[in-house]
């Protein structure tokens, strides 16, 4: 019986039939036919076209599975990186997306026998990560684009230095409440002394108000000795001969709005004379401190001497020990207070890139006294605190 004409009802049949998708059983992977019943798939096994094809697949079998295994796997990874990208799947949900496909590579043809021993050689490659739940297993692709890796390493990056300035100006409120609290405490208690007149001839004098008069005896009597009191103390403030006890009271005086006005300029001025601090501190020549516990207990709590500075923020520093080279981030290095009688370098602040000798330490305050050893200011005594100075190499 010959071919169905072209428009015919059985042509058109069959065309309809051979475009959707057939039994996997009765697909041919090395003559890459389909039958649509098993009469058809038993007569092209018979066909001379596929024993021939059987005889080539059969000098080198390894070689026709590996590329059939190899082809699978490529179409199955990029249809679930581009279609479900990192999000955790069920595998038989992308494989079934993957059959839908007409020219796909059949399982029958590669060296997995089920779904489930090509999940788990997924899971061991290190592609996908895989589990295994009441409903089946399911997969993950694993991103390894170095570009995509590098947008995690910036995103994460971005992150740890928020976290560090928040950090840093949480400390910094801390240090400054602290202080206060110790100011608050060293304030002198006032000093009380006792009434005396020099002169025993003086007279003392009472002004007593309208107010006074019409309160009665028991009222009177007690504002006048009150007034009395207070005449007292005044004159013998005002004749005392103590100096140190006359500069406290001015000191104590309250200040009228005109001195308040002139003092907040001319600390609006000093503040804009000093050049503004910047939040990278690292310089070359000096001794910092590795406190890093990423490189282990080798360089931790080590140190080492900055050689070159790259970007403001990355230094290429020398152990002092070892001798080894690293390549460390500001954070993960601190700055190393010497001994009194020792060169240092301020990082920060008004004598940036300035050198100096320490004086001493101020455990109190966390700041140390150095005295400047160049710059226009050479000689001049400073207070700097821990951070902004380090170590000369």
Same mark, same amino acid.
């Given at each position: 019986?010959?071919?169905a004409?072209?428009?015919?009802?059985?042509?058109?049949?069959?065309?309809i039939?051979?475009?959707?998708l057939?039994k996997?059983?009765?697909?041919?992977?090395?003559?890459?036919?389909?039958?649509?019943d098993?009469?058809?798939?038993?007569?092209?096994?018979?066909?001379?076209?596929?024993?021939?094809q059987?005889?080539?697949?059969?000098?080198?079998?390894?070689?026709?599975?590996?590329?059939?295994?190899?082809?699978?796997?490529?179409?199955f990874?990029?249809?679930?990186?581009?279609?479900?990208?990192?999000?955790?799947?069920?595998n038989?949900?992308?494989?079934?997306?993957?059959?839908?496909?007409?020219?796909?590579?059949?399982?029958?043809?590669?060296?997995?026998?089920t779904?489930t021993?090509?999940?788990?050689?997924?899971?061991?490659?290190?592609?996908?990560?895989?589990?295994?739940?009441?409903?089946?297993?399911?997969?993950?692709?694993?991103?390894?684009?170095?570009?995509?890796?590098?947008?995690?390493?910036?995103?994460?990056?971005?992150?740890?230095?928020?976290?560090d300035?928040?950090?840093?100006?949480?400390?910094?409120?801390?240090?400054q409440?602290?202080?206060g609290?110790?100011?608050?405490?060293?304030?002198?208690?006032?000093?009380?002394?006792?009434?005396?007149?020099?002169?025993?001839?003086?007279?003392?004098?009472?002004?007593?108000g309208?107010?006074?008069?019409?309160?009665?005896?028991?009222?009177?009597?007690?504002?006048?000795?009150?007034? !009395?009191l207070? $005449?007292?103390?005044?004159?013998?403030?005002?004749?005392?001969? &103590? #100096?140190?006890? =006359?500069? +406290?009271?001015? /000191?104590?005086?309250k200040?009228s709005?005109?001195?308040?006005?002139?003092?907040?300029?001319?600390?609006?001025?000093?503040?804009?004379?000093?050049?503004?601090?910047?939040?990278?501190?690292?310089?070359?020549?000096?001794?910092?401190k590795?406190?890093?516990k990423?490189?282990g207990?080798?360089?931790?709590?080590?140190?080492?001497?900055?050689?070159?500075v790259?970007?403001?923020?990355?230094a290429?520093?020398?152990?002092?020990?070892?001798?080894?080279?690293?390549?460390?981030?500001?954070?993960?290095?601190?700055?190393?207070?010497? !001994?009194?009688? $020792?060169?240092?370098?301020?990082?920060?602040g008004?004598?940036? &890139? #300035?050198?100096a =000798?320490? +004086?001493?330490? /101020?455990?109190?305050?966390?700041?140390?006294?150095l005295?400047?050893?160049?710059?226009?200011?050479?000689?001049?005594?400073?207070?700097?605190?821990y951070?902004?100075?380090?170590?000369?190499?």
């Open positions: 019986m010959g071919k004409d072209f428009l015919s009802p059985k042509a058109i049949s069959n065309r039939k051979s475009k959707g057939q996997l059983r009765w697909y041919c992977q090395m003559c890459q036919k389909q039958c649509r098993e009469n058809g798939f038993k007569c092209h096994c018979m066909s001379e076209s596929h024993q021939r059987l005889l080539l697949a059969s000098e080198n079998p390894r070689k026709f599975m590996d590329f059939f295994s190899h082809e699978f796997k490529s179409g990874v990029e249809l679930l990186r581009r279609r479900f990208g990192t999000k955790r799947v069920h038989n949900i992308v494989y079934n997306e993957y059959i839908s496909d007409r020219e796909h590579i059949h399982m029958n043809a590669t060296r997995w026998e779904l021993d090509f999940t788990k050689w997924l899971g061991r490659q290190g592609l996908c990560k895989v589990d295994e739940t009441p409903k089946g297993w399911y997969v993950q692709y694993i991103d390894r684009d170095p570009e995509t890796i590098r947008r995690q390493e910036e995103l994460a990056r971005r992150k740890k230095h928020e976290l300035d928040e950090e840093r100006s949480a400390k910094f409120i801390e240090e409440v602290r202080r609290r110790n100011a608050k405490e060293e304030e002198e208690d006032p000093v009380y002394t006792e009434l005396k007149r020099e002169n025993e001839e003086e007279k003392i004098a009472f002004n007593l309208a107010a006074a008069a019409l309160a009665g005896p028991s009222t009177s009597s007690s504002l006048v000795a009150s007034s !009395a207070k $005449k007292a103390s005044s004159s013998s403030s005002v004749k005392r001969k &103590d #100096t140190s006890l =006359v500069t +406290e009271a001015r /000191d104590k005086k200040k709005a005109l001195e308040q006005i002139i003092e907040m300029e001319e600390r609006k001025k000093k503040q804009q004379q000093q050049p503004p601090r910047t939040e990278h501190w690292l310089e070359p020549g000096i001794v910092v590795v406190v890093t990423r490189l207990d080798k360089y931790h709590k080590k140190k080492a001497v900055i050689m070159e790259q970007e403001k923020y990355t290429v520093v020398k152990m002092v020990d070892s001798g080894d080279k690293l390549k460390l981030d500001q954070n993960h290095v601190e700055t190393v207070i010497p !001994a009194p009688g $020792k060169r240092v370098r301020i990082l920060n008004s004598h940036r &890139d #300035t050198e =000798v320490l +004086e001493g330490i /101020d455990e109190k305050n966390f700041c140390a006294m005295t400047l050893d160049s710059g226009p200011h050479k000689g001049k005594r400073v207070d700097v605190a951070e902004d100075f380090s170590k000369l190499a």
